[in-house]
């Protein structure tokens, strides 16, 4: 494959799925989301599959989809599972031949445990991946984006840059400023982004991500 990009940033809830459907569209990329924890309302597979328009993007299994919506180790506690690197990374090793770009997204941010005794930080460095940050503006993600990338920095993750959700003051240059890390590309605030988004933010920074990445 030409490069994967393991999409993590300072939590929960901040845009990881939108921004990953976005950059699958952009680069068009497969994607894959090895562990998946909460499938009630549907995967974050089976959204990005319905948003994304490239007709060669490949959506990828998950290597676990687990019913719980709670941190993977809890939800594959409750169904007796040990969730294992070397199983994701086993799934990982059959997608990288090709010529196409894979987009990875990972579950909340860097500390998110998979087991008893690792996190999604340790996903990404036993994967080797490219990594793409996303921060959704707001009080009090300054402190929560820097101690990401502190944490990336001492690491020594290949950090690509930040993708931004939402606006907040003038955050995304601050961030910018003292992390060190580029700006990739900036979204706004959007309430229940559909297909057309995806492909209007996709082209919004197509360009940018080719000169950058």
Same mark, same amino acid.
């Given at each position: 494959?030409?490069?994967?990009?393991?999409?993590?940033?300072?939590?929960?809830?901040?845009?990881?799925?939108?921004?990953?459907?976005?950059?699958?569209?952009?680069?068009?990329?497969?994607?894959? !989301?090895p562990?998946?924890?909460?499938?009630?309302?549907?995967?974050?597979?089976?959204?990005?599959?319905?948003?994304?328009?490239?007709?060669?993007?490949?959506?990828?299994?998950?290597?676990?989809?687990? !019913?719980?919506?709670?941190?993977?180790?809890?939800?594959?506690?409750?169904?007796?599972?040990?969730?294992?690197?070397?199983?994701?990374? &086993? &799934?990982?090793?059959?997608?990288?031949?090709?010529?196409?770009?894979?987009?990875?997204?990972? &579950?909340g941010?860097?500390?998110?445990?998979?087991?008893?005794?690792?996190?999604?930080?340790?996903?990404?460095?036993?994967?080797?991946?490219?990594?793409?940050?996303?921060?959704?503006?707001?009080?009090?993600?300054?402190?929560?984006?820097l101690?990401?990338?502190?944490?990336?920095?001492?690491?020594?993750?290949?950090?690509?840059?930040?993708?931004?959700?939402d606006?907040?003051?003038?955050?995304?240059?601050?961030?910018? !400023?003292?992390?060190?890390?580029?700006?990739?590309?900036?979204?706004?605030?959007?309430?229940?982004?559909?297909?057309?988004?995806?492909?209007?933010?996709?082209?919004?920074?197509?360009?940018?991500?080719?000169?950058?990445?």
């Open positions: 494959m030409k490069n994967s990009y393991f999409i993590t940033g300072t939590g929960t809830g901040i845009g990881k799925t939108f921004v990953s459907a976005i950059l699958t569209e952009a680069l068009e990329a497969d994607y894959w !989301k562990v998946q924890a909460g499938y009630e309302n549907g995967t974050d597979s089976d959204w990005v599959r319905a948003m994304v328009s490239h007709q060669q993007t490949v959506i990828h299994p998950e290597t676990y989809k687990l !019913k719980l919506a709670a941190s993977p180790h809890i939800a594959a506690r409750e169904e007796g599972v040990d969730i294992s690197l070397e199983k994701i990374f &086993a &799934a990982y090793s059959t997608m990288a031949f090709g010529e196409k770009n894979l987009v990875i997204e990972g &579950a941010g860097l500390m998110v445990p998979l087991n008893d005794h690792e996190f999604v930080l340790d996903l990404i460095i036993k994967l080797n991946c490219r990594v793409i940050l996303v921060s959704k503006n707001y009080l009090g993600s300054i402190n929560h984006s101690l990401t990338a502190h944490l990336c920095r001492q690491k020594r993750l290949r950090v690509a840059g930040w993708i931004f959700n606006h907040f003051m003038d955050y995304e240059d601050e961030i910018v !400023k003292w992390s060190g890390y580029p700006a990739l590309g900036s979204i706004p605030r959007l309430e229940n982004p559909g297909k057309e988004q995806v492909r209007e933010w996709a082209n919004h920074i197509k360009e940018d991500l080719k000169t950058l990445l």
